[in-house]
């Protein structure tokens, strides 16, 4: 199940990341999606989390989300390229609160050489992390980073995504037993889902 904050309940940080995504990331016209869909719009996210204003939005509503719901994670991350500037975003705005919250990268394949590892960055087995993404379709992607990061001995908490298309990624993850939190949805954006 999709966590999302109840209209008129949601933070000014993610007012403000809901008008800049409408904005900035929302493109209309005919488009097909990573997943094979075709769709009568698209959603940019690069333009938002990109954008200095933006990714502090991005940073400080993914910190505020993850404090909500109690103790922070040991780390943040996701998969390589899509999560990184969310990643990058969520440890620069704790490093700037004072927060020991670290980063990784899920790559798509293990390096061929050094460690060879699909997991990069300062985290170890046994730690609890949450895998963020910046749009969310049908979950595919999480599920690999989660797979991944679970071989490596990593615990993952929950996926928080900036946009959540709601096409199915909430179920595809509860499947797993994992929880989805979503910052912005499409009908946030006045959009249904296709």
């Known amino acids: 199940m999709t966590s999302h904050a109840p209209a008129g309940s949601q933070s000014s940080l993610v007012s403000a ?6 904005t900035k990331a929302l493109k209309r016209g005919t488009f097909t999606l990573a997943s094979g869909k075709n769709a009568s719009y698209y959603l940019d996210a690069k333009q938002v989390v990109l954008d200095a204003h933006g990714s502090m939005l991005v940073g400080r509503a993914i910190l505020e989300r993850l404090e909500s719901l109690g103790s922070l994670p040991q780390a943040v991350g ?8 969310v990643t990058s975003a969520v440890v620069t705005m704790a490093g700037v609160a004072g927060l020991p919250l ?18 990069e960055g300062p ?8 895998i963020v993404e910046d749009v969310i ?3 595919g992607s999480s599920l690999v980073a989660i ?24 179920d595809s993850l509860a499947a797993r037993g994992i929880p989805l939190e979503s910052l ?7 959009l249904s889902p296709e």
């Open 102 to 119: 670290k980063g990784f990268m899920v790559r798509k394949e293990a390096k061929g050489h050094g460690m060879q590892r699909f997991v």
């Open 78 to 85: 996701g998969m390589s390229i899509g999560a990184d500037p």
């Open 184 to 190: 912005v949805t499409i009908q946030d954006l006045g």
């Open 123 to 130: 985290v170890e087995p046994g730690q609890r992390v949450v």
């Open 147 to 170: 797979d991944r990061v679970q071989e490596f001995g990593l615990v993952v908490e929950r996926v928080v995504t900036v946009i959540d298309r709601l096409a199915g990624a909430a």
């Open 17 to 22: 990341l809901i008008d800049l995504v409408g």
């Open 137 to 139: 379709t049908t979950g």
